[in-house]
């Protein structure tokens, strides 16, 4: 798998014009157009692969919203200290996570994690309380050295900021704060002390954390401390102090410092993602300069010429302050990283609409990663703020932002094994819950829960910290036996089919209905043309199964597939619309009684539904389903009466039949359950006893099973609850007819448990008459869902059941709203049929995803087809899966929108590439080790559309008369002696 991802990467750098070259300002501009060419749904796939040997994994926090002791010990009040008590602001972060008096428990969570790198921040009016050198605290400073110390006992590396956010109060009052040029000095100052008391032990320093929020929000907006916005240029001097401080302290450090310390410095940028509105060069302009205006502002003068972006100029004009040409020599260059944050602490919750131009913002790490790559002349990319926020209710269950963390730690090794971006290290934010800015305790960010109303504070780690551990000690996702591609064929006897939810019926035959008498144009055009006021003599001739243009026109797509089977659902309703079997709609019967002959002549197997129902129960003839009737139990008796119906007039064709469709759905009350579950069963029994001697058929029902998978599945307390939507999902059907004869015990036990109604009991009557009343297990299977006991948003939570439900943000999510791609599922759900039913014979009977009908080149249907019927094969040849078909859903967009192998534009009939790609797998039966030898199987008889050609049937005849040049042809029926055959009605 390696090589494969070695050789994607080559493949991937060279598409994307990738190489050595210098990069120029505006090159990721590049950045939309190239991952808009990157193959879908490939690219977007889970990548299972690791991080370089030496990549750094970090955790990090600010000094203000974690360390408390505002007043203690000497410290300085900050803006942060005042800023809290003013305004509205209901919380501060006097106390916050208290790690002032928890360091040996902050240690631990550090040890727990298993990092290589710890980011915090020292606070300056801890150390120098009114900011200056004159106002040094000993015991402030010492805080520190026990921090680092500690630290380096436990083989973490500090990785220090010196300023995020706390400005000495005293400084803001007396200067303005970072307004003045004054704190230019002031701050290398303050970096000089901290770089001779700590240097010798930091390698990473950052000197200021997110410019941006500190400009614009501190000074624009009032939404960050110190709330000043009294002036609307005044962000942008902000911002030109903050860049000459950083680079007064670069050079103070690599001039003095770096030669004996050798450590690294850079300034921590923030920014979010965007992409345009529109498909259009100036929607792409616009996304490029809302970069500019948030990261560019600081990064372009760091890592390219000293200057601010073009795009900020033009707008901005003489508001944007300017550097002397010695200034931007003395900017250029200070930085020995790009320090990058990303994530809630700025995208969402700090970016106005103003700086977006118009267009979307969304959460895309790699292509951040890659547009700081492209842009700024690949730096090596430090990943120092990273994570996402919960509700503030939430405690040591937050899967929600473990999946977060997830999808942004894979967004990072996409970059580094695919796109070639230099990362060398990521910081998950935040290691404790803390005090959160201008959201105060509204939400949770850290790995670590703290009850900041205990005493002593007690930290416990989350489901994401579990997880983060995890990931730090594999160095990111390695690659498994089990997510490898599965190599290997089905037996030969596999049935390999499509599935439809009905087929096209034509009420009427095409052929020999027509009385009109043409002109036939035989010197010009050739066309024919209807003679206005002549008919042709009636017809008085038997239909034929070949009269059925619709017949002969699905079937040739249904072979063009090269499947074996075919399976689609008769229409009950229409077929006994009075209810009495005794009355069939003759002529409908008689069409599927020739669409399933002309299947089986073509060599495909017919596999029928009998009923397919849905909610409201719409398919039920109209008499049955006056006042609900399906709640009397004479209904499942009518079931079987129209089941011996289907099973006498079309069993001679059909081995395969499923009596029910999906029945277990959720809008199906319980004692709707138990009716159908007594219908299947007098149906099955009605076959067993009535025609299988002489049919030799196979009965079942097919259940509707997407794989329910605990959200966090190194915890019991998420593996119970998916057991337990298993159980009232797919138990409900499957356990009373392939298990005990009677509803799951965990679904019953937690309903008494609930105090609440149950379904039926079953009686000893109907527990016989149900329980083994199946052939093989079938299953519809669609996509994977994620679920835990955790409660984190009302709309996705299921109160009966107790469980939340959420997606991994890592698996392939269709453009069209529906399930997730996630091609192991299947496995899964067909191994819990195994472990709960032995070796019973399973069929995959429906399995497809939704996809745009324009798209012919349906890729994401190629994809999912492919890697599903991939994890089915793993489950037949590894895990011993009884398996014994799989069904594609479905055939065409006419009938099932958005599923079909073929697509439909007017009239014409369109094959799909994910047609060409099915057939092709099924011509090698599966997935077979490249050099091996063919699998040996007897060959199948090729179809035989035109055989019955010579048979005894009605003839055809043409009277012409020439006149002119022009022929005057009468179709006239000439009738031959014909004895009636099973393919007429």
């Known amino acids: 798998m390696r090589g494969v991802v070695l050789g994607l990467l080559a493949f991937l750098v060279l598409a994307s014009g990738w190489n050595r070259t210098a990069a120029k300002p505006q090159d990721g501009l590049k950045t939309w157009g190239r991952f808009s060419k990157l193959p879908y749904p490939a690219d977007k796939a889970f990548l299972h692969d690791t991080f370089p040997k030496d990549f750094m994994w970090a955790v990090g926090t600010a000094a203000y919203q974690v360390e408390g002791a505002f007043e203690k010990d000497g410290k300085g009040l900050s803006i942060w200290d005042t800023f809290t008590r003013g305004g509205n602001r209901k919380a501060t972060g006097d106390v916050g996570s208290d790690s002032y008096h928890n360091t040996q428990a902050d240690i631990r969570a550090l040890k727990q994690l298993g990092v290589s790198h710890y980011r915090f921040s020292l606070s ?33 590396q500090p990785v220090v900021t010196l300023y995020h956010w ?58 960050l401390a110190p709330g000043v916005k009294t002036d609307p240029d005044l962000p942008f001097r902000v911002g030109h102090n903050l860049l000459k401080a950083h680079a ?171 796109d070639g971006v230099n990362v060398i290290g990521y910081t998950a934010w935040s290691l404790l819950d803390g005090f959160e800015w201008h959201r105060e305790y509204g939400i949770r960010g850290g790995l670590y829960y703290v009850d900041f109303n205990a005493p002593d504070m007690k930290r416990e780690p989350k ?78 001739r038997t239909a034929h199964c070949a009269d059925y243009a619709t017949v002969r026109q699905q079937v040739n797509e249904i072979v063009q597939v090269g499947v074996s089977h075919f399976h689609f659902a008769l229409n009950w309703s229409a077929l006994v619309p009075t209810g009495r079997v005794a009355q069939p709609n003759t002529t409908l019967l008689g069409y599927y009684r020739c669409f399933t002959r002309q299947l089986l002549q073509a060599n495909v197997t017919p596999v029928v539904t009998l009923w397919h129902q849905t909610h409201p129960l719409t398919s039920l003839p109209a008499p049955l389903r006056a006042n ?69 058929g196979q009965v079942s029902l097919s259940l509707h099973m997407d794989w329910v998978e605990p959200a966090a599945s190194f915890t019991r307390e998420d593996v119970e609850p998916a057991k337990r939507v298993l159980d009232f999902h797919v138990g409900w059907f499957a356990e009373p007819i392939f298990g005990s004869g009677d509803y799951p015990v965990g679904m019953r036990s937690w309903l008494r448990q609930l105090n609440s109604l149950g379904p039926p009991v079953f009686n000893e009557e109907d527990r016989r008459l149900v329980k083994g009343t199946y052939d093989f297990f079938a299953i519809s299977h669609y996509c994977t869902k994620l679920v835990t006991h955790a409660k984190e948003d009302t709309y996705t939570y299921t109160a009966m059941l107790e469980v939340q439900h959420m997606v991994d943000t890592t698996w392939i999510m269709p453009p069209i709203p529906s399930g997730p791609v996630v091609p192991w599922g299947l496995r899964k759900a067909l191994n819990w049929v195994k472990a709960h039913y032995g070796d019973v014979p399973v069929y995959v009977m429906t399995n497809g995803v939704r996809e745009d009908p324009a798209r012919f080149k349906d890729s994401l249907r190629v994809y999912y087809l492919y890697n599903y019927i991939n994890e089915a094969l793993k489950a037949y040849t590894l895990d011993g899966v009884n398996l014994k078909g799989y069904f594609a859903y479905a055939l065409t967009d006419l009938r099932d929108p958005g599923f079909g192998l073929y697509g439909h534009v007017q009239d014409e009939v369109i094959t799909k590439a994910s047609l060409s790609n099915y057939r092709n797998i099924i011509r090698h039966n599966g997935f077979p080790l490249q050099g091996t030898p063919a699998q040996q199987c007897p060959s199948r008889p090729q179809p035989c559309l035109g055989c019955h050609v010579l048979a005894k049937r009605p003839v055809l005849g043409f009277l012409m008369l020439v006149a002119s040049g022009v022929l005057i042809t009468l179709g006239l029926i000439i009738y031959y002696a014909a004895k009636r055959r099973k393919d007429c009605y």
């Open 463 to 540: 489901t994401s910290a579990t997880f983060y551990r995890n990931l730090i000690q594999r160095n990111g996702f390695p690659e498994l036996p089990e997510n490898r591609p599965g190599q290997g064929v089905f037996p030969c006897d596999f049935a390999w089919g499509i599935s439809a939810n009905s087929i096209q019926v034509e009420a009427t035959p095409t052929q020999f209905a027509d009385p009109s008498v043409y002109l036939w144009n035989r010197s010009s055009s050739g066309e024919l043309k209807r003679l206005e006021g002549f008919r042709a003599p009636p017809v008085r």
């Open 628 to 696: 609900n009737k399906l709640l009397n139990r004479e209904t499942p008796e009518a079931f079987a009466d129209y089941a011996r119906l289907c099973f006498r007039e079309l069993g001679a064709h059909v081995k395969l039949w499923i009596t029910l469709n999906e029945p277990n759905d959720e809008t199906i009350s319980y004692q709707e359950a138990h009716q159908m579950l007594r219908a299947h069963a007098l149906a099955w029994h009605t076959y067993d006893k009535e025609f299988r001697r002489t049919q030799g």
């Open 124 to 156: 300056w009016s801890r150390i120098f309380p009114n900011g200056t050198r004159g106002s040094y605290n000993e015991i402030g400073t010492n805080y520190y050295r026990t921090l680092i110390r500690r630290l380096k006992v436990s083989r973490v």
């Open 248 to 418: 007064a302290v670069w050079h103070l450090y690599n001039r003095h410092y770096r030669p004996r310390q050798r450590g690294k410095l850079s300034m921590a940028l923030a920014s979010h993602w965007i992409k345009p509105s529109l498909t259009r060069r100036e929607s792409l302009r616009d996304c490029q300069c809302s970069l500019d205006h948030v990261v560019g502002w600081f990064a372009r003068p760091l890592f390219t010429d000293g200057d601010y972006p073009p795009c900020m100029r033009d707008r901005l004009g003489p508001r944007l302050p300017s550097f002397t040409p010695e200034e931007r020599e003395r900017v250029r260059g200070t930085a020995d990283f790009f320090a990058l944050s990303h994530g809630a602490v700025l995208s969402f919750h700090l970016i106005n609409d103003t700086l977006k131009f118009g267009q979307l913002e969304v959460l895309d790490l790699r292509m951040l990663l890659y547009w700081v790559n492209a842009e700024y002349d690949r730096p090596p990319i430090f990943v120092v703020q990273s994570g996402w926020y919960v509700l503030g209710n939430t405690k040591t269950e937050d899967p929600k932002n473990m999946y977060y963390l997830k999808g942004f730690i894979v967004d990072a090794l996409k970059s580094v094994s695919i």
């Open 166 to 223: 706390d400005l000495p109060n005293h400084l803001q009052q007396t200067l303005g704060g970072w307004s003045s040029p004054d704190l230019v000095e002031l701050f290398r100052d303050y970096a000089d002390f901290c770089f001779q008391t700590f240097g010798d032990d930091v390698k990473y320093w950052i000197t200021i954390d997110n410019p941006f929020a500190v400009a614009w929000h501190g000074y624009g907006t009032g939404v």
